[in-house]
């Protein structure tokens, strides 16, 4: 179905990504990013800049709605401790913006 999926959004696509390949990947990394920073905001329910244990969990089902990253098999697998645990660079029990783009620059 992914497969598929990307097929035709390939041929629908294609004219524009003979001409500016390049530029059109970028900017859908960025319309990832600035997706997932709109997520990261939205569930960061007390609003100060990082996210708990229960946050995230808001945060990464949010981005498996869009289709983000592995957002879809940490919400399947439920390995939402796990991936909080790898995100959380510093320990302090808390996931900021920076340690999840952090992460992402490393896949
Ligand atoms: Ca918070
Ligand atoms: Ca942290």
Avoid: P
């Amino acid at each position: 179905m992914k497969l598929l999926k990307s097929s035709l959004v390939a041929i629908a696509l294609g004219s524009v990504l003979a001409l500016n390949g390049a530029a059109s990947a970028q900017e859908a990394a960025d319309d990832h990013r600035s997706v997932a920073e709109a997520n990261f905001q939205a569930a960061d329910a007390d609003g100060n800049g990082a996210l708990d244990r229960s946050e995230f969990k808001a945060f990464i089902n949010a981005n498996a709605e869009k289709d983000l990253g592995r957002a879809k098999q940490i919400r399947r697998f439920k390995a939402y401790g796990r991936a909080f645990s790898r995100l959380d660079e510093d320990g302090n029990n808390s996931v900021s913006w920076a340690e999840v783009q952090a992460a992402q620059a490393g896949e």
